[in-house]
T-cell receptor, first 114, second 114 residues
Framework: GESVGLHLPTLSVQEGDNSIINCAYS??????FIWYKQESGKGPQFIID?????DKRQGQRVTVLLNKTVKHLSLQIAATQPGDSAVYFC?????????????FGQGTELSVKP | DVKVTQSSRYLVKRTGEKVFLECVQD?????MFWYRQDPGLGLRLIYF???????EKGDIPEGYSVSREKKERFSLILESASTNQTSMYLC?????????????FGPGTRLTVT
């Protein structure tokens, strides 16, 4: 399945499938990006980050891809599980900025069908 | 583990009341943030602080003020609560150690103003 950020804020996938959540970031000067997961009733939790000197970074079952040419970020979740159901936010910033302010995307809701 | 705690999970206040939301972090982080989260609008930054007694306006500071007298504590103040301030309020903290700008979030306070 694939989501295109603001235009398709809800993504529904079958358990076991791979999920791809997309994010178009706004500032070409941004050089640090983070993906957060927010479960219902909880605060956002860090999933994975990537700096602009990389195109790809892998974590446990998650991969983040960065395409600076088109200002696009994606989060891939392998073998999606019911526990992955949540809202996913991308965030961008310039790495050296006082205060560490992040700019968050609107979020995509991932729903996993058993 | 980093822990960010917020004084209340749920709060109900009347229009015109003064409201204090407290946030405490235990990781000696320099930066602290207050966001509000509303359906369809994502996370919006109200105020942030990168040092004790320092504060900076975020994107939607109107109707709010903040206080940071100690490094571990960041308070959000609604001087005269209004119904349009009914929302989920999230506090976050991060370090300025240049290892990354991951923000750690508290569980949130759901404020209802009647």
């Amino acid at each position: 399945g694939e989501s295109v950020g603001l235009h398709l804020p809800t993504l529904s996938v079958q358990e076991g499938d791979n999920s791809i959540i997309n994010c178009a970031y706004s500032n070409s000067a941004s050089d640090y990006f983070i993906w957060y997961k927010q479960e219902s009733g909880k605060g956002p939790q860090f999933i994975i980050d990537i700096r602009s000197n990389m195109d790809k970074r892998q974590g446990q079952r998650v991969t983040v891809l960065l395409n600076k040419t088109v200002k696009h970020l994606s989060l891939q979740i392998a073998a999606t599980q019911p526990g992955d159901s949540a809202v996913y936010f991308c965030a961008e910033t310039r790495f050296y900025n006082q205060g560490g302010k992040l700019i968050f995307g609107q979020g995509t809701e991932l729903s996993v069908k058993p | 583990d980093v822990k960010v705690t917020q004084s209340s999970r749920y709060l109900v206040k009347r229009t015109g009341e003064k409201v204090f939301l407290e946030c405490v972090q235990d990781m000696d982080h320099e930066n602290m943030f207050w966001y509000r989260q509303d359906p369809g609008l994502g996370l919006r930054l109200i105020y942030f602080s990168y040092d004790v007694k320092m504060k900076e306006k975020g994107d939607i500071p109107e109707g709010y003020s903040v206080s940071r007298e100690k490094k571990e504590r960041f308070s959000l103040i609604l001087e005269s609560a209004s119904t349009n301030q009914t929302s989920m309020y999230l506090c976050a903290s991060s370090t300025s150690s240049r290892t990354g700008y991951e923000q750690y979030f508290g569980p949130g306070t759901r404020l209802t103003v009647t």
